[in-house]
């Protein structure tokens, strides 16, 4: 794996791992997409305990591609590992409760699935290695104080919004494009996080980029004309302003003729024109390696940097492109909707 991942903090990392041995497949039981918690068989050579923080289709990805860097790698479920499943359902106390089980069985690596069994796993012990996956800010989230180097015995794969990538894919789909505005909660720090490092990635590309932001909704209808105006693309973060008055930006944005590109796919289903989402089997792929990496003692999980997305996935809703008049190709990165 060689791959540089763009950090919450501008940080970069790239990791090269090669590793080689007889191939098979993994296969676990499912029954609409819940499993049942299972012991880990003894027999194998090290044991997994898996932590699902919620049963969400990306969480699912992330576990599938967990699965499949072992078995690419050539590492056999039952020869030379074992894992343990636990689906916690969103629930606080049942992702501490498989955790502090896990510890005292004495498992060799938890992987944590989200920010919530993540937090459970670091809690439970100090020495067992622990693998994230799907935490959005590991450092808000209190589970690390540098995603750097760690300096403990957690380190992951963080699911923060690839900003870098979403305005590149802006440029693709759009190529014509020269001013892009932007809105968001102006109190909200994620927000403003977001829009900083959009400041960098306009630039790049030669954007002219204007943040505007509101403090509520009453606040939001005229802001959102100013944003609107000259516009060749509107990019709206994920905060709870942007997502209380989703349809009346969307309604708003159509009438200009302006396409919506949302930070996270949330926004999808309210009739936004298109997003550029992390692929979660993709970091739940990375994972699975960083993991092999702990296991086989390649190196210190203590100096493993946290990695960030890589490969993502375009979404474009094809009725909204008919009505703005943009024609969008399906190219093998970008799945269009109805």
């Known amino acids: 794996m060689n791959s540089a991942k763009i950090s919450i903090y501008k940080k970069i990392i790239s990791l090269l791992m090669v590793v080689f041995i007889s191939s098979s497949l993994f296969a676990c039981n499912s029954d609409e997409g819940t499993r049942e918690e ?159 490092l959009a400041k960098d990635a306009a630039k790049a590309l030669d954007f002219e980029y204007t943040p505007y932001s509101a403090t509520d909704s009453d606040q939001l209808e005229s802001v959102l004309k100013d944003a609107l105006k000259g516009a060749d693309a509107l990019y709206i973060c994920e905060d709870d302003l942007t997502v209380a008055n989703a349809e009346t930006i969307v309604k708003a944005a159509n009438k200009k003729k302006v396409p919506i590109f949302a930070a996270s796919d949330t926004f999808m289903s309210f009739g936004t024109f298109a997003t550029y989402v992390p692929d979660y089997e993709d970091l739940g792929f990375n994972a699975g390696e960083l993991a092999l990496i702990c296991l086989k003692e390649l190196h210190p999980i203590s100096n493993i940097s946290v990695e960030y997305p890589v490969k993502c996935i375009g979404y474009i809703s094809q009725s909204v492109a008919d009505k703005l008049g943009i024609e969008v190709n399906d190219e093998e990165d970008i799945e269009i909707l109805p």
């Open 38 to 196: 299972t012991e880990a068989p003894k027999e194998a050579k090290f044991s997994i305990g898996l932590i699902l923080s919620d049963n969400t289709k990306e969480n699912e990805s992330a576990y599938r591609g967990f699965v499949r860097a072992f078995s690419e790698k050539g590492y056999a479920q039952g020869d030379y590992y074992s894992l343990a499943f636990a689906d916690c359902d969103g629930s606080k106390s049942k992702c501490k409760e498989i955790a502090q089980k896990y510890a005292q069985d004495g498992v060799d690596l938890i992987f944590a699935v989200g920010e919530k069994a993540a937090y459970a796993a670091k809690k439970a012990t100090s020495s067992i290695p622990v693998i994230f996956c799907s935490v959005y800010d590991p450092i808000e989230s209190k589970i690390l104080k540098s995603c750097e180097k760690p300096e403990a015995n957690v380190t992951g794969v963080s699911d923060f919004t690839p900003v870098e990538e979403q305005f590149a894919f802006i440029r693709r789909v759009i190529p014509d494009a020269k001013n892009i505005s932007s809105l968001h909660l102006s109190t909200d720090a994620n927000s403003i996080l977001i829009t900083t």
